[in-house]
């Protein structure tokens, strides 16, 4: 899934052995340098692109600590806080998803 130029959560593949929420805490941890706890499972969708498709998950922490550090990296480049009923045009498609179940509280969409 291409998501340069767009603004997207935290993410990424489970690896094996991995829990849903066990990848979320290891992700938001590897991207932002935040420890995440309370973690819960919110949203599941079936994302398609040209490329591949995937089951994407949407996780909700309810606790975090720490301060926002960037790894340096090509990839992440920046983070903003938005408001989900004002989300920037080029939020990626998975997110704006994710975000939208939540506000409408739906869990699944085929």
Known sequence: MRLE????????KIKFGETIEETGIRKVKEESNL???KIKVISVQNDVNEYAQYAT????AEKYTGKIELPKTEELVKYDWFDMNN??????IPTKRIL????????YNG
């Open 35 to 37: 420890e995440v706890s």
């Open 5 to 12: 130029g767009t603004w997207t959560l935290p993410s990424g």
């Open 100 to 107: 939208e179940k939540y506000v409408n509280r739906k869990f």
């Open 87 to 92: 989300l920037p045009g080029n939020t990626c």
């Open 57 to 60: 998950f949407g996780l909700l």
